[in-house]
């Protein structure tokens, strides 16, 4: 009996010594998140809008946990970059991917790549938007409203295809890949990318499983029933308030 509680004690004491990143010994649910997303690795701001992005629910969707090895595709401001890198833990890795182009247009990008790569546990890295500089080995590859970007007409035609491809390659079997974008009206296709940067959900899932990836699990923790999925999503009337889908592909094993 006392050998036990010591043995508690060592394990309460590893799991406080690993901060916020979430045991690969437990199924992840939201509330596996809360001390991740206090971890002062994330700012006031982040913190400040994950109720209205669901991060906790985001996570536990993607089955992050401590020790993975996570790449961000397309990274933005870092915001999911973060809170990755507080979920995985000191023995995870994180890879932040801004494609190059998208720093030629915005030095925000180029300023978000660097504060990342500060972070411990992360790398950031850049390349041709075709060309994700991947690491081999992932758990889980994630995106958050920046799949349509693949199919803006400043792209090749098989962008998408190329990057879809990537992510394929870069998986452990069984890993996960993870993509959320704003919703266009069913049917529509690829039409919105351009004008409204939004994709249809089947468009997206047809895509990726042409890659190779099974559908595994669709979420609605970002539906807006109340978007009419016509406004651009940047138009102030909609924006942060557009209706997402949530996908998780899986990598065959």
Do not use: C
Not at 39 to 62: G, I, K, N, Q
Not at 70 to 83: L, N, Q, S, V
Not at 222 to 251: E, M, W, Y
Request: aromatic share 8%.
């Amino acid at each position: 009996m006392r050998r036990s509680l010591i043995l508690a004690a060592s394990i309460a004491v590893l799991a406080t010594g690993l901060g916020g990143a979430v045991s690969a010994q437990t199924a992840p649910t939201p509330a596996s998140y809360a001390a991740a997303l206090a971890d002062p690795v994330r700012s006031a701001e982040d913190r400040a809008r994950d109720a209205a992005r669901h991060t906790a629910e985001t996570l536990a969707f993607a089955q992050v946990m401590r020790g993975q090895k996570i790449a961000d595709m397309i990274i933005g401001g870092g915001f999911f970059t973060r809170a990755f890198a507080a979920a995985v833990g000191p023995q995870g890795m994180v890879t932040g991917w801004q494609p190059d182009e998208f720093l030629k247009f915005d030095p925000n990008y180029a300023a978000s790549l660097a504060a990342i790569d500060a972070l411990p546990n992360v790398a950031a890295v850049s390349s041709p938007i075709a060309a994700p500089a991947f690491p081999s080995g992932l758990d889980l590859v994630f995106t958050a409203q920046n799949y349509h970007d693949l199919h803006l007409t400043l792209f090749g035609a098989d962008t998408a295809t190329s990057v879809n491809a990537a992510a394929f390659a870069a998986l452990k079997p069984g890993g996960l890949y993870v993509i959320i974008d704003h919703h266009a009206a069913a049917g529509s296709g690829l039409a919105a990318t351009n004008t409204l940067h939004r994709i249809d959900i089947e468009a997206v899932k047809a895509e990726v499983q042409a890659a190779g990836f099974v559908l595994d699990s669709e979420s609605d923790i970002l539906a807006n029933t109340t978007d009419p999925l016509t406004a651009n999503v940047f138009d102030a009337a909609i924006r942060g308030q557009t209706s997402q889908f949530v996908l998780r592909f899986k990598k065959p094993a």
